[in-house]
Nanobody, 123 residues
Framework: QVQVVESGGGLVQPGGSLRLSCAASGSFSSTLAMNWYRQAPGEERKLVASLSTSNTENYADSVKGRFAISTNEARNSVFLQMNRLEPDDSGVYYC?????????????????WGPGTQVTVSS
């Protein structure tokens, strides 16, 4: 079973920065796309940033130029550097990691969600 855990959330003033981390652990062959989502109270979960299997980055328009997604060499962790934070960036941030597992002689694609980490941007 693969587990995903986020960390690094907290309370920050507008204009400040936070760095979120997400670690995937368990039995898997390799990771695929790695994504960060945000869910504000009363709203749907929305994609904020994604990193493809080939490490191509994509961002929601609202965070372009302020957020940066990255991974480590082992590609079992994903990070989200958030700069110039705004109150609208507040919410619970979830990490979603795609991965490959082996089942007998075949391979399966799966993905796992973390429990989320709260980010609050307020003065």
């Amino acid at each position: 079973q693969v587990q995903v855990v986020e960390s690094g959330g907290g309370l920050v003033q507008p204009g400040g920065s936070l760095r979120l981390s997400c670690a995937a652990s368990g039995s898997f062959s390799s990771t695929l796309a790695m994504n960060w989502y945000r869910q504000a109270p009363g709203e749907e979960r929305k994609l904020v940033a994604s990193l493809s299997t080939s490490n191509t980055e994509n961002y929601a328009d609202s965070v372009k130029g302020r957020f940066a997604i990255s991974t480590n060499e082992a590609r079992n962790s994903v990070f989200l550097q958030m700069n110039r934070l705004e109150p609208d960036d507040s919410g619970v941030y979830y990490c979603n990691v795609g991965y490959i597992i082996r089942r007998g002689t075949s391979w399966r694609n799966r993905n796992a969600w973390g429990p989320g980490t709260q980010v609050t941007v307020s003065s």
